[in-house]
């Protein structure tokens, strides 16, 4: 029974999911002026269909696993995919693409539809979650306990050790394509990792600010999902932190856009994978939550 709800779901949210970003998509984008249906490539749109459905597949099967492990359920559950979800797949990546938007040149307006078809699309998986967790059966209750001893200290730690990975994960993965470099900067030439971080720092001293930042961010997501998984083990915990706050961000890139060539969105696809699945483990590891009962 547990195993054809989860099927019959995980299909449900899947194709939900798509379509609703497929057409909000199309209808924000048109709105935003960057839609022109004369001009739509036909095997272009096609591709790029299928991508988002590959994207919705991947991302619904985590979000599957998050809510079979979770005590939420009803309103709270709802709450808490929806905030996960959009969260990592669309708030976060898209303040980056503002803050590199001289690279990037993204207009606004577009900006903008893509929050709007990512909250749609995001919400009618956090409602079916509804149902879902309903029919996978009764919810115990217990508690994840934090201590509450040195968790700003923790949180600080993690803001440094992000803006570590993205520097570190940054060059020695994403920065080693050519197609890349030349992308952000219009040259191929490639600096040693110490001569490339004094020159960030000169030019773009607010970036290790801006990603310190990110990381309190991101820590702030991994802890919404550690305290949700209160039915999983603890081995679940720390991967399913990982995949939450890895796998809504990189694997959007798999979506053909004009703004970021294939080289470019390959580049980054492994970076940002390695680097936020290991950080959301460490988030896991660093808060490691104790079971109480509720009684």
């Known amino acids: 029974m547990r195993k054809t709800t989860n099927i019959k779901y995980i299909a449900l949210m899947t194709v939900a999911m798509s379509l609703v970003w497929i057409v909000s998509a199309g209808v924000l984008m048109g709105i935003a002026g960057h839609v022109q249906v004369e001009t739509v490539d036909l095997v272009d749109s096609a591709i790029s269909s299928l991508s988002l459905v590959l994207v919705s597949l991947l991302n619904v099967l985590v979000i599957a696993w998050f809510i079979n492990r979770s005590h939420l359920h009803g309103f709270k559950l709802a709450v808490r995919v929806f905030f996960l979800m959009f969260g ?173 060539p294939p080289i470019v969105r390959l580049g980054h696809f492994f970076e940002l994978l390695a680097e936020n699945f290991l950080f959301g483990v460490l988030v896991a590891l660093f808060f490691r939550p104790s079971l109480r009962t509720n009684t």
Do not use: C, D
Not at 103 to 117: C, E, K, N
Not at 132 to 137: E, N, P
Not at 209 to 236: D, P, S, Y
């Open 88 to 260: 990592v797949m669309f708030f976060m990546t898209q303040i980056e693409t503002l803050f590199f938007n001289s690279a990037v040149q993204m207009p606004l307006p577009v900006v903008l539809a893509t929050f709007g078809s990512g909250a749609m699309s995001i919400l009618v998986v956090a409602l079916l979650a509804i149902p879902y967790r309903r029919k996978l059966g009764p919810v115990t209750e217990p508690t994840l306990e934090i201590a509450p001893s040195g968790n700003g200290l923790k949180l600080l730690a993690l803001g440094l050790i992000y803006m570590v990975f993205y520097f570190v994960f940054g060059y020695y993965t994403a920065w080693q394509v050519p197609g890349l470099r030349a992308f952000y900067t219009g040259s191929t030439e490639i600096a040693p990792f110490g001569q490339h971080m004094v020159g960030i720092l000169r030019s773009e001293l607010a970036l290790p600010v801006f990603q310190i930042v990110r990381g309190l961010m991101w820590a702030g997501f991994g802890l919404a999902a550690l305290t949700a998984l209160t039915n999983a083990k603890a081995w679940e915990r720390t991967l399913l932190v990982g995949l939450l706050l890895s796998v809504g961000l990189a694997t959007p890139l798999f979506v053909p856009n004009e703004f970021m």
